[in-house]
């Protein structure tokens, strides 16, 4: 090797004045070795990153050159005959989101010409119900595949052949694992099951001698920490699972919240009427003022109406609404934007309490995780063991009840990262997602009745969870009586928190219907505007009213003795379901 192979980093390493590393690239020229050559990165690449992000904005000019180095790096271990790199296999499961299904893989294509790194191919699993909606996936598909994307679609009829190669026995052993489904409607199965079927596709993919990594992401995601923010995924993964005896990793999102409406709507009404409550003592035509720079940040779950049981503590103020329009505008046209956007609230998108990506040195976010990010995780072919438990409830919390378990078994070997993707909840224009389960919308109002049940079931899981855990569950088993207990106890806990939180919901609404209602306020002037906000306002209410669907579940004696006793079963099975899975794996 010489140095007109690798001028970019030979300069680099130069630059760095770092003895050892120049050593190792020395040792590579000589004898080739490609170890040698991810030694010099391990050292080289962090500190770029950090020269980067000093200012806490990324440097343009340094970043392209370290997007230009990477290329270099990559294609030379490309042309090794002994690369010792992972491959990756990127996991996307969509359900009748053809839409967001573009913008994943348009990220990740992009991710690859900016930070390639060894070999990537991606698996689109789908679970979609509309026939046109199938058709347009495949065609993305191909056309990504056209333009040099390793990519497959993985349909329905796929799916089931993988189901069949089970025996009877074995399928109806895994039947809370992999769903009991209809095979003449073998769609919108859920995205735990829809995982799980997927992971059996895993095990046929993964070579018994290849280093293949899993990713696992949500169709509403993409490669990226932010606009034009790339980070360098691929490499830092590699290298993690490469020096470390790690079986699962999981990063976060940055962007939209990756909690359901349901848990959020309290604090989402008070920003929200914080802000209309500022905007009333500005004038109509005054130039809009609501792009003032805060040093508040939503971190720490600041999106969670009950962050603390998280072990967060709640922020205890409003967040400031920040108006996305740009050039001179007045507040009459803010307050037009703002009504319009409030619709995407339904489908999970915070006007005020989105995340952003704040740089740190990767080695030092590197901890023991109790999560699992189901839209953002990565693990190796030990990983496979790991299904998404307890799919057939149909559960809310699935990746912070299986976080539980795996952390209790694989202790470190089980970590996260500070490795996010852009979480993009709605269409951009629209304000909409394409397609949500539980959530129904029509002309006038949207109701979060199926996911609120959902979501306070799954509460009730992930919390009975964290007790069980505590007594050496799953690894040792509980009787029926212990689970009910503990199920039963947390259910009524979560129920009050529930209700309390609930009528604050309803009082921040009523107060922001008094306030818009007010016939003194200029946006009168704005009737579509109103009129937008009524209609979020009515959904909050039916929603969250005495009347809602989720309420009266939450509220029945029947249902909820119904759910529990389901629950109860669940977690005795899941003993037996594992060592079936295992041997289904071998």
């Not at 191909?142 to 009829?157: I, K, T, W, Y």
């Not at 839209?375 to 307890?390: D, E, K, Q, T």
């Not at 690894?475 to 939180?501: H, N, P, T």
Request: aromatic share 10%.
């Amino acid at each position: 090797m010489t140095d007109s192979g690798l001028p970019l980093l030979s300069r680099a390493v130069a630059d760095l004045a770092d003895a050892e590393t120049a050593g190792k690239l020395a040792r590579f020229r000589a004898h080739g070795d490609a170890s040698d050559l991810l030694t010099v990165c391990d050292a080289l690449f962090p500190r770029l990153e950090d020269a980067i992000w000093q200012s806490g904005r990324p440097d343009g000019t340094a970043l392209e050159h370290y997007q230009a180095l990477a290329r270099e790096v990559d294609a030379c271990l490309a042309a090794h005959p002994d690369d010792p790199r992972h491959e990756f296999l990127v996991v996307v499961p969509v359900a009748d989101r053809p839409r967001h299904l573009q913008a994943f893989l348009h990220s990740l294509q992009a991710l690859r010409r900016h930070f390639p790194w060894g070999r990537v191919a991606a698996l689109v699993a789908d679970d979609s119900g509309d026939p046109e909606n199938i058709a347009e996936n495949r065609r993305i598909v191909q056309a990504f595949r056209a333009q040099g994307l390793e990519v497959r679609h993985f349909g329905q009829e796929e799916q089931l052949a993988r189901l069949d190669t089970l025996d009877e026995q074995d399928r109806q052993a895994l039947a809370g694992v992999l769903g009991n489904h209809d095979r003449a409607r073998f769609w919108h199965k859920g995205a735990s099951n829809m995982r799980n079927i997927t992971c059996l596709e895993l095990v046929r993919l993964a070579g018994r001698g290849k280093k293949t990594l899993f990713w696992f992401a949500d169709s509403d995601q993409e490669f990226r920490a932010g606009d034009g923010c790339f980070l360098n995924y691929f490499f830092h993964l590699d290298r993690i699972f490469s020096r470390r005896p790690v079986t699962l990793l999981t990063g976060k999102v940055v962007g939209d919240p990756p909690v359901s409406p349901a848990v959020m709507a309290g604090n989402f009404l008070d920003d929200m009427l914080a802000f209309v409550t500022d905007l009333s003592t500005r004038g109509a035509d005054d130039d809009c003022v609501f792009h003032r720079e805060t040093e508040d940040r939503a971190d720490d779950a600041a999106y969670h109406d009950m962050a603390e049981l998280f072990g967060f503590r709640e922020k205890g103020h409003s967040f400031p609404y920040h108006c996305p329009l740009e050039g001179p505008h007045d507040h009459r046209r803010c307050f037009e934007a703002w009504a319009h956007r409030l619709k995407g609230f339904f489908d999970g998108e915070h006007l005020t309490r989105g995340t952003a990506y704040e740089y740190r040195p990767l080695a030092q976010t590197l901890v023991p995780a109790r999560t699992v990010y189901t839209g953002n995780y990565v693990f190796n072919r030990a990983g496979l063991s790991w299904f998404i438990p307890f799919a057939s409830l149909k559960l809310r919390m699935a990746g912070p009840v299986l976080g539980r378990m795996v952390a209790a078994e694989l202790g470190e070997a089980f970590l996260s990262a500070n490795l996010p993707m852009l979480h993009k909840r709605t269409l951009a224009g629209a304000g909409r997602s394409e397609f949500r389960p539980g959530i129904v919308h029509d002309e006038e109002l949207s109701d979060i009745s199926g996911e609120f049940e959902r979501q306070y079931f799954g509460d009730v899981m992930l919390f009975s969870m964290i007790r069980f855990t505590e007594q050496g569950y799953p690894a040792r088993a509980l009787s029926g009586e212990d689970i009910r207990q503990v199920l039963e106890a947390v259910e009524q806990e979560m129920r009050e928190r529930y209700e309390a939180k609930r009528q604050h919901i309803l009082s921040r609404s009523g107060q922001l219907r008094i306030l818009l209602e007010d016939r003194a306020q200029w946006w009168h002037d704005c009737p579509d505007a109103v009129n937008g906000v009524r209609r979020f306002l009515d959904s909050m209410e039916h929603s969250f009213g005495d009347g809602a669907e989720g309420v009266r579940l939450m509220r029945s004696v029947e249902h909820r003795r119904r759910r529990l006793a389901d629950m109860e079963k669940a977690l005795l099975a899941y003993r037996e379901q594992r060592a079936r899975w295992e041997e289904v794996l071998a």
